[in-house]
């Protein structure tokens, strides 16, 4: 199986368990190696007293897409630390989009980079994960 394949049959045993992700209305656009493109809309139920987009979903789009790239190269992988900032507001009905891309790789450890925007390409937060790589595989 090449790398794009493998990324993508990876991709498709996480779409079938990933419940959090579901339950979000997260939707995978693009899967490669290393790199993953998702979005999902907020809903009413996602906004806070403030009536914007809870952080805390935010963040969760973000991870979800960290999570799908740092286990698109086949090893089982999982987040060691991960940060966010927010630099603007996602309001109710915005179609979020994040964009996650492999940017160093050293052993067992590889640094994520996440982008999250919302459909007119406003940059909402800037999210950075390290993974680590862990016992199993996704495919024998």
């Known amino acids: 199986m090449n790398k794009q394949a493998l990324a993508e049959h990876i991709a498709g045993i996480i779409d079938r368990e990933d419940r959090a992700s579901h339950w979000l209305g997260m939707k995978r656009l693009e899967v490669r190696p290393g790199y993953v493109r998702m ?24 991870d979800s897409s960290f999570g799908y790239a740092c286990n698109s190269h086949g090893q089982h992988a999982l987040a060691a630390s991960c940060s966010i900032d927010f630099l603007a507001p996602a309001a109710l009905g915005d179609e979020l989009v994040a964009e996650a891309q492999e940017i160093a790789h050293a ?6 980079d996440v982008r999250v925007t919302n459909q007119d390409g406003k940059l909402i937060a800037l999210f950075r994960g390290k993974s680590a790589s862990v016992k199993g595989a996704w495919v024998e």
Do not use: D, P, W
Request: glycine share 14%.
């Open 39 to 62: 979005s999902m809309r907020v809903k009413e139920h996602m906004v806070n007293g403030q009536k914007v987009c809870h952080g805390g979903l935010i963040f969760s789009l973000a």
């Open 107 to 112: 052993g067992r450890t590889r640094i994520y």
